[in-house]
């Protein structure tokens, strides 16, 4: 007979092959001892007889392939995304040296880290400790620019006048050292002059900035280039903090906190010293009636500049920083990202071991003709390098395609050029090195080890003892269980946060704000708004949730502290619980009067609170206690609440409004409102926004990461399943002529379902078994992140085990569908 394959041809005398050795005609074309044998030609041939194989298997080639290249795709995904946070204010020259000023708050009831600061901090710190070079303040401000009959909302970021000889932000015209010198200059991003003027040649021209009351014109020193994205210092302008100073704007206080403060220190500085060094000034320039309140310390700490973007602990980050990330979910998304590749990995070596089990006699051939070990290693390892090869390209293309739909997930601009950075690249030929070897070393090492009447007679029995196939089907369910766990429990954890009960009714209310500083009376405004068809309450507050603290009974108690009109507990619907509302009957209410909250009674351990007063030193008044107001959710779901304490005090400036809509059509009752804004105020934007989608936008992340936990789960499963797939077809090709049997002697089509199926539905078995723990644990972890969460649930883990086990049933029974209908004279024939 003539066999094709890696060598010209053999031929036996008759017989069947086995009954005798039998007697071949030719040399192996591999043996090295041959006279015409060529290290190229011998290369050519393994490629050769690897791309055969490949074509020869189109189907499980595709899976391979496909499967492979899928987790790799979501590998370097991962990757750009860790690549651009780990990134983050790296291209500052001198970075390693600056730092962020720190403030730790510690009471008896918690601790709170800020980095906010105040006027005073950086220049005395700068005067008395020699370590420190340079300090600079920054403190940002939404404002408004005029250009024409427009108005256009913009940030400004005040900063001192060697902010650009300290950072790298690159000028494409203007001086770093004089840029900022003037007081009645301004530096615009390269960006804003094209949004203002058009062009970027501005210098020298003029731009209407509304700070206060009034405009104000301020020259173009100079054009930034346009601020990288992984900068944590973000901003559209700059005026020199000069500015605030010379109007009176910055407070001197020590206990003031409410801008950043950067020093640059000397290099052989030991920051930490530092640190220490600022809290003894701290200490000798704070007086009496400006310290801390009883059983409140105040330190000072320094944070590395590039440690801000990842350092989630701390509050405050504000002042034109952009928001800080947790790394948590970064190191979430690189677990994910190796689950993924890990399942995707196992695959690829699961169906390399299953193919080269398949092709047994083939290898046992070689041998009695003398091919040796090291040729057949070096044989399977072309083949896995190919199929890997063309699975990295695959994914290079996949990445590409899918890079913008991930990027505005992530609310990121990533770049396709991050994978060429040197390490990355260095990753990734490891990575496929690795992934080449694994999937062709092992079969190749323990096919070319078995004896050749193992490898010809016994190759159907290999495959079905093969154990480290089933472990790494066991191992890779076990990573996609835990995914699907993880997304039902972000799914449920997010619709709570999205559907409990606020304490309060954000439906059809409307946020407006742009009344700070408004010359018409706010209660005739209200009057108007009220009036309006389509309204049917307006209130007001002051805009912000401030923290303060007072004494009660000589305790210090700290609570968030807001301004409010008599008004504000019914537009929100928020109930009384105890006492009355402030009420303009009650003349003493805006001086004397104020109202807390149930948090407020729980912290100070009362039952009651009417009628009982609070002292607040810093303005040496006490206040009287009229009302008990329920909780109310001010803040994130995150976040627990707080005490509060609601006043109308006259000198906090009610500057936002709340209107409640009734429903109906929205876009006509807004026009009015927009009209009655115009009116009386003109020089701001109309800035609304519906209060029920703010809530929402809270938990944009949540979202963003459930969207991402849910592909990341569904793909798992999908790559996992087209493995399983693949390996129980290869089961059901070497049991085919079994399968046969059976029929023959009466076994129904349901039953050699249930046989071929039953040990991988055991695999998915025990994978759930191993899942579970692991999942509980690792979601347990995550939900600790919120004040308010679910409980798990019993029938989450049920679900996902049915899931498993019902996906895994219907991919392997497809195949085993197929192969017990097959007609069993076919089968019978099948070799």
């Not at 330190?299 to 920083?321: E, K, T, V």
């Not at 063309?390 to 996949?398: H, I, R, S, T, W």
């Not at 304490?503 to 209200?526: A, H, W």
């Amino acid at each position: 007979m003539r066999i094709r394959g890696p060598f010209k041809y053999l031929s036996s005398k008759g017989g069947r092959l086995g009954d005798s050795l039998p007697t071949f005609t030719t040399l192996p074309l591999y043996n090295p001892n041959f006279p015409s044998f060529n290290l190229n030609t011998m290369w050519t041939n393994y490629l050769k007889i690897a791309w055969r194989n490949l074509l020869r298997s189109k189907v499980f080639s595709l899976i391979n392939i496909g499967g492979l290249a899928l987790g790799l795709t979501c590998c370097m995904l991962i990757l750009l995304y860790i690549t651009d946070e780990a990134s983050f204010d790296r291209f500052q020259k001198q970075g390693a040296d600056l730092y962020r000023i720190k403030v730790t708050v510690t009471s008896e009831q918690d601790t709170m880290k800020m980095a906010s600061t105040n006027a005073i901090h950086g220049p005395t710190f700068k005067i008395e400790i020699p370590e420190i070079k340079e300090s600079i303040r920054t403190q940002s401000q939404n404002t408004v620019f005029r250009k024409g009959d427009e108005l256009l909302s913009s940030q400004v970021l005040f900063a001192d006048p060697d902010f650009f000889k300290i950072f790298s932000f690159p000028l494409l015209s203007g001086d770093a050292e004089t840029v900022l010198s003037d007081i009645g200059s301004i530096v615009l991003t390269e960006d804003m002059a094209k949004s203002y003027f058009g062009i970027t040649d501005v210098v020298g021209k003029v731009i209407e900035i509304k700070l206060g009351e009034d405009f104000e014109a301020f020259t173009v020193s100079g054009v930034v280039k346009s601020i990288p994205q992984n900068s944590s210092i973000q901003f559209d302008s700059m005026i020199s903090f000069l500015f605030q100073e010379e109007k009176g704007w910055t407070d001197s206080a020590w206990m003031g906190f409410y801008m950043n403060t950067f020093i640059l220190l000397d290099p052989r500085a030991n920051y930490q010293a530092v640190g220490d060094k600022m809290d003894r000034v701290f200490a000798a320039h704070i007086k009496e009636g400006d310290s801390p309140g009883d059983g409140q310390k105040v330190s000072f700490s320094l944070q590395p500049f590039w440690d801000i973007h990842l350092d989630a602990d701390i509050s405050g980050d504000r002042n034109g920083l952009a928001h800080s990330s947790n790394p948590v979910y970064s190191y979430i998304l690189a677990a994910i990202g190796f689950f993924i590749l890990a399942i995707a990995c196992i695959n690829f070596i699961n169906l390399a071991v299953a193919r080269s089990l398949k092709r047994a006699k083939e290898v046992g051939i070689r041998k009695v003709v003398g091919g040796k070990r090291k040729q057949l290693i070096f044989q399977f390892l072309t083949e896995s390098f190919l199929l890997t090869f063309l699975a990295f390209v695959l994914a290079f293309l996949l990445t590409r395609l899918v890079l913008p739909t991930f990027s505005d997930l992530v609310i990121k601009q990533l770049a396709i050029s991050y994978l060429l950075d040197g390490q990355t690249i260095f990753l990734f030929v490891a990575l496929f090195v690795l992934t080449g070897l694994i999937a062709g070393f092992y079969p190749a090492l323990v096919l070319s080890g078995f004896s050749p009447s193992s490898s010809l007679y016994q190759r159907g029995k290999l495959l079905q003892q093969n154990y480290l196939t089933r472990g790494l089907v066991v191992f890779q369910f076990t990573l996609s269980i835990c995914l699907v766990v993880g997304t039902i429990v972000i799914f449920s954890q997010f619709n709570y946060l999205t559907t409990i009960d606020l304490g309060y009714s954000d439906e059809n209310l409307v946020k407006l704000n742009g009344f700070r500083g408004v010359k018409t009376d706010l209660n005739i405004i209200k009057e108007e708004f009220e009036a309006l068809p389509g309204v049917a309450a307006v209130s007001a507050y002051n805009g912000n949730y401030n923290g303060t603290g007072a004494k009660v009974d000589e305790r210090s108690v700290s609570f968030g502290y807001i301004g409010v009109d008599d008004k504000f507990l019914s537009t929100l619907e928020i109930p009384l619980v105890e006492g009355r509302n402030f009420s303009q009957e009650f003349a003493s209410d805006p001086t004397e009067s104020i109202l807390v909250n149930e948090a407020f009674l729980r912290e100070l351990g009362w039952t009651e609170a009417v009628g009982k007063e609070l002292n607040f030193e810093w303005k040496n008044k006490k206040m009287t206690i009229v009302g008990v107001i329920k909780d109310y959710h001010f803040a994130s779901l995150k976040e627990k609440i707080e005490p509060l304490v609601l006043t109308q005090d006259p000198s906090y400036g009610l500057q936002t409004l709340f209107l409640k809509l009734q429903p109906g059509n929205h876009t006509e009752t807004l026009k009015s409102i927009e009209a009655v804004f115009r009116k009386h105020v003109p020089l701001m934007p109309f800035d609304y926004s519906f209060e029920e989608l703010n809530n929402l936008k809270r938990y944009e992340r949540e979202a963003r990461w459930k969207q991402m936990i849910t592909a990341g789960a569904a793909l798992s499963i999908f790559i996992s399943c087209i493995g399983l797939f693949g390996l129980a077809a290869f089961n059901t090709e070497t049991r085919t002529k079994e399968i046969g049997v059976r029929k023959v002697i009466g076994a129904s089509v349901f039953g050699i379902v249930t046989l071929l199926s039953m040990d991988f539905v055991k695999m998915v078995l025990i994978a759930i078994t191993i899942a579970f723990p692991i999942s509980y644990y690792g979601v347990q972890i995550w939900l600790k992140e919120f004040a308010y969460q679910i409980e798990l649930q019993w029938w989450f883990f049920a679900l996902t085990a049915v899931l498993g086990i019902g996906v895994a049933m219907l991919t392997v029974g497809i195949e085993a569908l197929r192969a017990a209908r097959m007609n069993p004279v076919k089968s019978l024939k099948s070799e």
